[in-house]
């Protein structure tokens, strides 16, 4: 099966194979990462491999890891699962910034970018859903800055609610929400790209 590859100007997002595995293994042990993680255990290379074979042959889902293009440096993880064709929905999720170099970066924001465009234009997917746990303030800010907004009503994901032992919250980001922050998003990586090069130069 052909693995998904998004490529942009400073970051490609890459379908998680078992090259990766590494990368991700450190991050997600790492106490700093995993804080707000769904994972009350300790990953090793065998449970890895065990959940990519499931991952594997489950078509609801998706990971992609970040990669920095110009040093070819992984950095990051974002995905979705649940993604319902006929409901045109998924959630997303899987976002985790494991090389904390990078946070709040350029790179990392138009990883985002590439990643929303995916999910709606080719997913077609309508709406995203997102659980958040209440205490992740960091986490809250950012998809609230990328056009989530809590959902009000009824909770479409209610087995949601309690994950390891943490309350989340459910957002929701529709198509349209999207598209009224996108422009913003390209101008903010935009002015950041230059910045950049300012300083190199």
């Not at 942009?8 to 595995?21: A, D, I, P, R, W």
């Not at 985790?96 to 970066?105: C, F, H, M, P």
Request: overall charge negative.
């Amino acid at each position: 099966m052909q693995q998904l590859y998004l490529n942009g100007q400073m970051v490609n997002l890459e379908e998680v194979t078992e090259s990766y595995f590494h990368y991700i293994i450190a991050w997600r042990n790492d106490p700093v990462n995993n804080q707000y993680l769904n994972q009350p255990f300790h990953l090793n290379m065998e449970k890895q491999r065990a959940w990519y074979e499931h991952y594997m042959a489950d078509i609801t889902q998706g990971l992609l890891v970040v990669v920095d293009k110009e040093n070819d440096t992984p950095f990051a993880t974002m995905g979705w699962t649940d993604h319902d064709v006929e409901q045109h929905r998924c959630i997303t999720g899987r976002l985790l910034v494991g090389d904390r170099r990078y946070r709040g970066s350029a790179h990392f924001a138009e990883a985002t970018l590439l990643f929303a465009d995916y999910v709606y234009d080719t997913l077609g997917v309508d709406v995203c859903y997102a659980h958040i746990v209440r205490e992740n303030v960091a986490s809250l800010r950012y998809h609230e800055k990328y056009g989530f907004r809590r959902n009000e009503g009824e909770m479409q994901f209610p087995e949601e609610r309690i994950v390891n032992g943490m309350e989340q919250v459910e957002y929701l980001r529709r198509r349209a929400d999207w598209c009224s922050v996108r422009e913003a998003a390209v101008h903010r990586i935009d002015a950041a790209r230059r910045n950049g090069r300012e300083r190199q130069g």
